[in-house]
């Protein structure tokens, strides 16, 4: 089993900046990776970052690139989502999750994730 825990969301005002952690225990494989995602009230969960835990090659939603970047602590089991430039549109659910890697890597799809956070609540106020 794993255990997955997002930390850093708050209230900011547009045009300021977050810090997101999540950190991931338990049972680990040697390829994976993890995603953020987000969900507003009355819309669908949708893809934010990614990042290939070994590599650290990074994936971005067109909506957060040039603003995101999500990183990777080793030492801490830890992936950073850095948000920066913050918009109202921002505002949502963030949720961390972790998916086991054989063969392709379905950084977008949310199912092909296997374990996920609780959610961290972020408000962005115009």
């Known amino acids: 089993q794993v255990r997955v825990v997002e930390s850093g969301g708050g209230l900011v005002q547009a045009g300021g900046s977050l810090r997101l952690s999540c950190a991931a225990s338990g049972r680990t494989f040697s390829r994976y990776g993890m995603g953020w995602f987000r969900q507003a009230p009355g819309k669908e969960r949708e893809f934010v970052a990614a990042?290939?835990?070994?590599?650290?090659?990074?994936y971005y939603a067109d909506s957060v690139k040039g603003r995101f970047t999500i990183s990777r602590d080793n030492a801490k089991n830890t992936v950073i989502l850095q948000m920066n430039s913050l918009k109202p549109e921002d505002t949502a659910v963030y949720y961390c999750?972790?998916?086991?890697?054989?063969?392709?890597?379905?950084?977008?799809?949310?199912?092909?994730?296997?374990?996920w956070g609780q959610g961290t609540q972020v408000t962005v106020s115009s």
């Open positions: 999750a972790v998916q086991y890697i054989s063969g392709s890597y379905y950084y977008q799809d949310y199912l092909r994730y296997d374990y």
């Open positions: 990042i290939v835990w070994s590599g650290g090659v990074a």
